[in-house]
Each structure stands twice: as C-alpha cells, then as structure tokens.
C-alpha cells in the first residue's frame, strides 16, 4: 500500500512518521501528490473533528464568543475567500526567515480557524479550569501582524537568541492567557529554513509538532490541558460522548 492508502487504513501517526523521513523529497515529484492527498485528507478530519467537538460544546451550555469583531475571535469559522491570496501575502512577508509548513497551509485552506476559548468577559466562572482549549488564529490575523512595521525587527531578535535561534508564527493564546491570567509565550508555529511538511508547534507543553499538537488535542476532545492532574476533571460525560465520534488524525 501507498501512504495514502495506509493512512486510510489506520497507520495514521506511521504514515506521518515515514513523511518526516522523506525531509526535502517529500515536495519531489515522485512523493508530492501522494503527500499532498495525505495532507488534505488529515485537515478534513480536522475539520470533521472540530465541528463534533463545537456542536456539542454548544448542546452542554459552553459560552463562547458572540459579539465579534474579528474573525479570529469565532469559534469556528470556514477558509477566507482569500485564503490563497493571504497565504502568498504571509509567505512573502516571511520568505527572508525560510518557509511556512504545508501543515499549516493545509489548515487555512481546509479549516479556516478555530478559537474554544471560553468567553471569560461575559462569565469569569469557567466550566473547565486551565482546559488549554484548541485555539488558532485566523489567517487574516495573522498576516495583519507579520506585515507589521516592526514585526521583521522584533521576529530577528529571536533568531539571534540562542534560547529560540529561529523565526515563528504566534498563532495560539498559551493556557493561562486562556483563563484571563498573566501567561508566557504564545504558543507558535516554527517558520523553516527549508520547505517542510510540519514544523515544532513551540512553547507549547508537549513540545511537539503542529500535526502532533492537533493529535493530542483530538485525544482530549479540544481540551488537552484538561488531562493535567491538578485539574478539574468533570467533562468526562462530554468525553464519552464526542472521543468515540472523532476520527485519527
């Protein structure tokens, strides 16, 4: 069997192991089309993923957002008509750093963005503490802050750290920012030096991928800070309903 196939065959987590042997050749010729059905076939279960979870957050109660603004302030919402023309916008912004993961093109393109972040300005009394809901931010947004006057000064600056030594996207609140508390880091996505299929999902507790990072939220249904042992465990009704709707990514 091709990966593809494999990967509809269950070795969800193998296939992407044997993409991430591949390195460069992945975007070869010979692998491209192959990956690339992979990749779209992944973000459709993301996005599959998403709606199970959103809908039943809304069945329970979940306050999210209302009022918005921004598109990044949604819960969820479908790839911008632009989307194409923005993910050119934010490769150019980027392109004297490296490159931005097929991963996360694949999401904007496929998923749009998602934001399960409790509404903590109409009600402080969160249903989960410290859950870490799945967050990332629209593409519109993002785009807006790396063609940002000083946003190629400040990213440089962390590429000349040796605790960071590259360039990134902020595209999630950290978990304590979610709860409306002081926090660190934005949780981010590493810009490569070189063409890559996914790429470190930084600052993040489980330091992994960004693929990996959407794995572990799916194990949790949405909420992989809940599994934390000072945390408030009471949404395992929830859990038993959605975990065994949700497809491997």
């Known amino acids: 069997m091709n990966l593809y196939e494999r990967y509809l065959n269950g070795e969800t987590k193998a296939v992407y192991d044997d993409i991430y042997k ?14 690339e059905k992979v990749m779209k076939e992944t973000f459709d279960r993301v996005l599959f993923n998403l709606n199970i979870i959103y809908n039943e957050l809304i069945n329970i109660g979940y306050l999210f957002k209302k009022d918005f603004e921004f598109n990044f302030e949604k819960p969820l919402h479908t790839p ?46 969160f249903m989960w503490n410290m859950s870490d809901p799945i967050q990332v931010s629209s593409l519109d947004s993002l785009v807006e802050e790396v063609t940002s006057k000083y946003w190629k000064e400040d990213i440089q600056q962390y590429v ?78 929830f859990f038993n309903k959605v975990k065994p709707q949700l497809k491997q990514i």
């Open 22 to 35: 591949l390195g460069s050749k992945a975007f070869d010729d010979l692998h491209k089309k192959e990956v």
């Open 160 to 237: 000349n750290d040796e605790n960071f030594g590259c360039a990134f996207l902020n595209i999630s609140a950290d978990d304590l920012h979610k709860d409306n508390v002081s926090g660190g880091q934005p949780y981010a996505i590493e810009i490569t030096r070189e063409p890559s299929v996914d790429a470190r999902f930084m600052n993040e507790p489980n330091e992994t991928t960004f693929i990996n990072y959407l794995r572990i939220c799916f194990e949790n249904c949405g909420f992989p800070g809940i599994t934390r042992p000072n945390t408030n465990n009471e949404y395992q009704a």
């Open 80 to 125: 911008l008509e632009n989307t194409e023309p923005l993910i050119k916008k934010l490769e150019l912004a980027v392109k004297d750093f490296g490159f931005i993961p097929l991963s996360l093109k694949y999401f904007y393109r496929i998923v749009g963005g998602v934001n399960f972040v409790w509404d903590f300005e109409t009600n402080e009394e």
